[in-house]
């Protein structure tokens, strides 16, 4: 089961940002995701979910209206796209399935600039 994180980097507030979580070495089609990130100082947290049919999302209220999460199962690749950035957005955004049941990859840094 491995996770690959990318897309991240340095972007100004109110800006945007696109993020790829691929998988391999699992079913992906048949998993609900998530994308969790962890900000400086702070626990990891959940901020938004997917089902495997891609018909389902779920967002932490502060992403909601700003971020989407999206998925295509015949590349076995997640989303995330990242609107109207927030300096307090700046994170480590990381995907894993909805349990965290799966092997955490390195993330992918995303830095908001005020």
């Known amino acids: 089961m491995h996770l690959v994180e990318s897309g991240g980097g340095l972007v100004q507030s109110e800006g945007s940002l696109r993020l790829s979580c691929a998988a391999s070495?699992?079913?992906?089609?048949?998993?609900?995701m998530s994308w969790y990130r962890q900000a400086p100082g702070k626990e990891r947290e959940w901020i938004a979910s997917?089902?495997?049919?891609?018909?389902?999302?779920d967002y932490k209220k502060s992403v909601s209206g700003r971020f989407t999460i999206s998925r295509d199962n015949a590349l076995n690749t997640m989303y995330l796209q990242m609107s109207r950035l927030k300096p307090e957005d700046t994170a480590v955004y990381y995907c894993?399935?909805?349990?965290?049941?799966?092997?955490w990859g390195q993330g992918t840094r995303v830095v908001v600039s005020s």
């Open positions: 070495g699992f079913p992906f089609s048949n998993r609900d």
């Open positions: 894993n399935d909805v349990i965290m049941g799966l092997n």
């Open positions: 997917i089902d495997q049919f891609n018909d389902r999302t």
